[in-house]
């Protein structure tokens, strides 16, 4: 990978960076902003590009602020900040296991949010927000069984991978028992919320969101040089003056949270969190977790998703999980190919 300095003129600063991923990170966020642009403008009532940036200025007309302040924005930053959340929670994940199948939806963490969930709908007939807290609770308590089941001297790559793919099967079964046992109406409900969906998003959903990841994003960021050294094996991250452990356990447990939040905030997403650090990664070519360009793929990907699925299906809408599905799918197919012809599953 080539890398760049950048240098003040007197010569006491100094900034290294790599030209590829910089490019990369812009190219991403453009398409972020320029899908988040086409969705805050598309609907019954249409508002054209240059409408929707001035709206958002403060100028527009009543009508237009109606639809793209009130109706419009909150779901396109709910699908923003899940879609970072569950990039760098992907990312991770999949750094620690130094395993590309180290996803939170691979190894139980999604799973774990959603059977909190049910739990909540099914069982105690509750409301939006008592669901959305059984699956913040659910996802934590899932992390720290996990955790725990996987530690043996130290949480070894392979062995988190292994004991989450169990965890994931048991939970999946946990989930078919609960729906079996709810009633019509909370049963349909829960198969909803549990495809995925931006649909009827608002302030109230936003700011939750907003809240933890304005805390989490930034730490996790903060720990991406010690992330990066754990990717090389504890052995060599103990001797680069990492706390091992500790860190470890500190990014699993705010990656564990912004899956939580996130699924909390729109249901389990799919697939998000195992694709966009393979293809952030994939896309720069450098080493390490690439946890900005994740958050930023994770978005543009959940933006892009929610408009294939509400303008590519005609009148028939889709929720946002089911395309991000069927991608995602492919992409895991495709990943296995790769990982069994190189020689490493």
């Avoid at 996990?146 to 292994?162: D, E, F, N, P, S």
Wanted: hydrophobic letters at 55%; glycine letters at 14%; aromatic letters at 6%.
């Amino acid at each position: 990978m080539t890398t760049k300095t950048l240098r003040s003129a007197t010569g006491g600063l100094s900034v290294r960076y790599a030209p590829r991923t910089l490019a990369c990170l812009l190219g991403l966020l453009l398409l972020a902003l320029a899908a988040a642009v086409v969705l805050i403008g598309s609907g019954d009532f249409p508002v054209a590009p240059g409408d929707v940036v001035a709206t958002l200025l403060g100028g527009g007309t009543e009508v237009q602020r109606f639809a793209v302040m009130d109706l419009r924005l909150p779901r396109v930053l709910v699908a923003v900040f899940t879609g970072a959340a569950l990039g760098v929670g992907g990312a991770v994940f999949q750094s620690l296991s130094r395993n590309p199948l180290g996803s939170p939806d691979v190894i139980g963490f999604g799973q774990g949010s959603a059977v909190g969930a049910l739990i909540v709908i099914v069982l105690f007939q509750g409301g939006t927000w008592a669901a959305a807290g059984g699956s913040i609770v659910g996802g934590l308590v899932t992390g720290v069984v996990i955790y725990l089941l996987a530690w043996k001297r130290g949480v070894h790559g392979y062995r988190l991978v292994l004991v989450g793919i169990g965890a994931a099967a048991m939970l999946t079964a946990v989930i078919h028992y609960l729906l079996t046992k709810a009633q019509l109406a909370d049963a349909t409900r829960a198969v909803v919320w549990m495809t995925g969906s931006l649909d009827g998003r608002d302030w109230a959903h936003f700011w939750p969101l907003f809240g933890v990841s304005c805390v989490l994003l930034p730490l996790v960021l903060g720990h991406g040089r010690a992330l990066r050294m754990l990717e090389m094996g504890d052995d060599a991250a103990y001797a680069l003056g990492v706390r091992v452990e500790r860190t470890r356990l500190l990014l699993m447990g705010a990656a564990v949270l912004l899956v939580a939040v996130a699924t909390a905030a729109a249901g389990p997403i799919v697939f998000v969190s195992l694709s966009a650090p393979q293809l952030a990664r994939r896309l720069t070519r450098a080493p390490g977790p690439n946890l900005a360009a994740s958050a930023l793929m994770g978005t543009a990907l959940l933006l892009v998703a929610d408009w294939t699925a509400t303008h590519a299906f005609g009148e028939r809408q889709l929720p946002v999980g089911v395309v991000t599905g069927v991608l995602g799918g492919c992409y895991l197919l495709w990943l296995l190919v790769s990982e069994r012809k190189a020689g490493r599953i």
